[in-house]
């Protein structure tokens, strides 16, 4: 969308803003990839969820955020103040129903986490990552079957519940088996989509 309100731009390893920041606005991702974490009590962290071109932070509560948004990549986003973007939202029905439609896509993402964390093994948890960051890349213009990883492995393992040590030997398994290929620049060539995908829905 067309950035008719402030355009924020910042640097790889920047926040966009912190948890238990006032929430005063609306971002809409035009360019970059950006983290969601939350600190738990003890000091670890936990990955929510990574957005991506046409993602949207800061729909949901109207006080403080309740997570951290830092930028994986160098970031551009139009930032909205809350009222301007409700405003927005009643001169333009069909953003509106857009966005009704990504709540319930991340609904469904949120399931689908709980049953990855609750109920996958670290190989089917790394699969189904794999394949629904492809998915969505594959949406924004990118090849099919491939996925280019913005996040470090450490992230995906702050993402999926498991170690760094985990994430880096379920990779060389599912590369040893075939079913992955790793390319420079942190891409991914999903070698065999289907048994990929499967392995992700504890099928194989």
Do not use: W
Not at 41 to 69: E, K, S
Not at 139 to 151: R, S
Not at 159 to 171: A, D, F, H, K, N
């Amino acid at each position: 969308m067309a950035c008719n309100s402030d355009a924020i731009n910042i640097d790889a390893g920047q926040a966009l803003f912190h948890e238990g920041d006032p929430n005063p606005y609306v971002y809409n991702v035009v360019e970059g990839a950006v983290k969601l974490y939350r600190l738990l009590p003890d000091g670890r962290r936990q990955i929510t969820g990574f957005l991506f071109q046409g993602d949207f932070l800061g729909l949901g509560g109207r006080g403080v955020a309740n997570f951290t948004a830092e930028a994986l990549t160098p970031l551009q986003t139009c930032r909205f103040k809350r009222n301007n973007f409700d405003q927005l939202l009643n001169a333009l029905p069909a953003l509106e129903h857009r966005l009704v439609a990504l709540a319930g896509d991340e609904l469904m993402a949120a399931q689908e986490q709980i049953v990855l964390l609750g109920r996958k093994t670290a190989k089917e948890r790394l699969a189904s990552f794999l394949v629904r960051l492809s998915e969505r890349q594959r949406q924004l213009g990118g090849p099919e079957h491939q996925v280019h990883l913005p996040m470090t492995r450490l992230d995906i393992a702050d993402y999926l519940g498991l170690t760094i040590e985990t994430v880096s030997r379920v990779m060389t398994q599912l590369k040893t088996s075939g079913l992955i290929r790793l390319l420079p620049g942190n891409d991914i060539a999903l070698v065999n989509a289907e048994a990929l995908k499967a392995l992700g829905n504890g099928e194989a």
